[in-house]
């Protein structure tokens, strides 16, 4: 990776899917004019580096083989041109506290063991995606709350049995749910401005709490126990 901070116009790099980068030397970055960095690697990172990336506003890293350990080493909490960050195939995040990203607007986090998840209450996400994060019954609503701005919200394989705590996600349009433990969706009512829902894959049996969302338009229920013949007006309910 040396020499890269002398490619002044640099916007965009991704590193990864080649032997030199399976464990990539992530030194030579600093002080780069890097928008987004896309990531690919097999072991642990490094990630002091990112403190020294001003205009860094798009980041994903993915382990490649097998689940890897993310330690931001506070790299990001300084980080206030951050927007969207992916983090995939990851076995423990460390080190970030995410409500202090003043302009993250999307996170997607995919992997388990996740200490940092409970900062992200009261931050300005619109966007967030969580999934299969261990323990297994982990339930982000009832460990993030002031989630005020929230419009997407994606919760997959999570082992989610109740949505009592829902009701604080009240701004919310798309909502989905797909993989869950799910038999009542409990607290949904109070989502005034849901359009999109679903719930595919989960042991639901019937579409009673829909009674009253009247922005809702779409239900996804593959692979639930919901009635085929059901029906209801102004909703279009998407069995397969």
Do not use: C
């Amino acid at each position: 990776m040396e020499g890269i901070i002398e490619l002044t116009n640099l916007n965009e790099l991704i590193i990864g899917g080649n032997e030199t980068t399976r464990t990539p030397d992530l030194d030579g970055l600093a002080n780069s004019s890097l928008l987004d960095l896309v990531i690919y690697t097999e072991r642990e990172l490094d990630l002091e580096v990112l403190s020294e990336l001003p205009n860094l506003t798009r980041l994903m890293i993915s382990g490649m083989v097998e689940e890897v350990d993310i330690d931001f080493k506070n790299s990001l909490n300084n980080n206030t041109n951050l927007t969207h960050v992916k983090l995939l195939h990851a076995n423990e995040v460390t080190n970030v506290k995410w409500n202090t990203l003043d302009n993250l607007t999307m996170l997607f986090i995919h992997g388990n063991d996740f200490d940092s998840l409970q900062t992200l209450s009261n931050s300005n996400l619109l966007q967030l995606g969580l999934s299969s994060i261990n323990p297994l019954d982990f339930n982000p609503f009832d460990k993030i709350t002031g989630l005020n701005h929230l419009d997407t919200l994606e919760v997959s394989n999570l082992g989610i049995e109740s949505l009592s705590n829902i009701t604080s996600y009240r701004n919310l349009t798309n909502l989905y749910l797909p993989n869950n433990r799910l038999t009542k969706l409990d607290g949904i009512s109070n989502l005034n401005n849901l359009q999109f829902l679903d719930i595919s894959s989960n042991p639901i049996d019937n579409m009673d709490w829909a009674t009253g969302l009247d922005s809702l338009t779409t239900v996804v229920t593959i692979d639930t126990n919901i009635p085929k013949d059901t029906a209801i007006e102004g909703i279009s309910i998407l069995y397969e």
